[in-house]
């Protein structure tokens, strides 16, 4: 898959004639999956190539709606989607005041015939545009004689709207069931495996502790059954995320850390994908290291009876 990152105004260049699913698709989750396998579909039967249009950083955030958007899938982790999903090509545009507040005839003319768009396709709630005034209507209305345009109905799960703030809300309250069924694959980011307290190894469950790739969307604090994917290979684990009360006082933010299960190695530097499988239970402040212990125990069993369960 070819990246292009661009800004406005665009440089003149010749681009391939192609067919553009249009949107911020932060999760990759299953109604842009529909979108954008659309584009492909439409492509591949007119012969063209198949590529999608992105923003970078998150419209919200630059029009100060909202300080910071934390992400499902920050741009690294949205082109190793796309990429699963065989598209040709990605644009990014580089989302500024400026491009915000072009108007929906100058998206088209500027932006969408200056790439040789000969198609686009979008979902039916797509805006774009200053204050988001451009719809899919307005985008039939100006294509006409240029570009086709197909827009697709809204996907739902539970007769509701799949969203990337629905996946948000579900990942923040530890539904990672629901999660699942709303991204048809399992949440997972990337984080490398740093130097921790090496307090894990003492008590007998050593743990790779995590600095995340990228400015993922912070996971509630608890623990997890998870798979994790490095080299290769694929290992069960547990993961703790949060403060680690039992041990540890005023931490400022929360540690990620990870224990594979019947594993021995080095893992220090090596870069580790983790999919979360179920959510156990919250984090708790033990009365000490024997009962921390104990409980890390029974996490790791239960993980083990689940993992099976997920996998089969
Ligand atoms: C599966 C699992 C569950 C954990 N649960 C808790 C917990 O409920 N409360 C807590 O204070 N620490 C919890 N921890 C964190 C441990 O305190 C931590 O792994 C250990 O102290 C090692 O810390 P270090 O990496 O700083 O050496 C958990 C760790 C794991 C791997
Ligand atoms: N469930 C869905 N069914 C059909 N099209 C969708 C669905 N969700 C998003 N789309 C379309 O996919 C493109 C990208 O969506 P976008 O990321 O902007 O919104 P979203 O997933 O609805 O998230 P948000 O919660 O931020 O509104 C848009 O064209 C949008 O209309």
Redesign the pocket.
């Given at each position: 898959m070819q990246v292009f990152e661009l800004t406005y105004p665009l440089k003149e260049r010749d681009y391939e004639p192609s067919i553009v699913a249009i949107g911020f698709f932060d999760g990759v989750h299953l109604g842009h999956q529909k979108v954008i396998k659309r584009a492909c579909e439409i492509a591949r039967s007119r012969n063209l190539v198949c590529g999608v249009m992105t923003f970078d950083p998150h419209p919200k955030q630059v029009m100060g709606i909202k300080d910071k958007i934390d992400q499902i899938t920050p741009i690294h982790s949205k082109l190793k989607q796309l990429e699963t999903l065989h598209v040709d090509f990605t644009y990014i545009i580089q989302f500024t005041k400026e491009f915000a507040n072009i108007s929906p005839e100058e998206f088209v003319e500027n932006i969408l015939l200056k790439l040789n768009v000969r198609g686009i396709v979008v979902g039916f709630d797509f805006t774009f545009g200053y204050k988001g005034l451009g719809t899919p209507k307005t985008l039939v209305e100006l294509s006409q004689g240029y570009f086709t345009v197909d827009v697709i109905d809204s996907y739902n799960y539970k007769r509701e709207k799949i969203s990337s703030t629905r996946v948000r809300d579900r990942l923040l309250s530890g539904d990672i069931h629901e999660v699942r069924s709303l991204l048809g694959r399992n949440y997972s980011f990337y984080g490398r495996v740093v130097r921790?307290?090496?307090?894990?190894r003492t008590?007998g469950?050593p743990?790779a502790?995590l600095e995340l790739l990228e400015d993922y969307l912070i996971l509630k604090n608890g623990?997890y059954v998870v798979k994790v994917n490095f080299q290769g290979k694929t290992y069960p684990g547990?993961?703790?995320i949060?403060y680690?009360?039992?041990?540890?006082q005023n931490l400022k933010s929360p540690?990620y850390?990870?224990?594979l299960i019947d594993f021995d190695g080095d893992l220090y530097g090596q870069i580790l994908e983790v999919e979360l499988l179920d959510y156990i239970r919250g984090?708790?402040?033990?009365s000490g290291i024997h009962e921390?212990k104990e409980?890390?125990y029974k996490?790791?069993l239960e993980a083990k009876k689940a993992f099976v369960n997920i996998e089969r």
């Open positions: 921790g307290d090496q307090l894990g008590i469950f743990t502790n623990v547990v993961m703790n949060g680690k009360p039992t041990v540890k540690t850390e990870v224990h984090e708790k402040k033990f921390l409980q890390i996490d790791t």
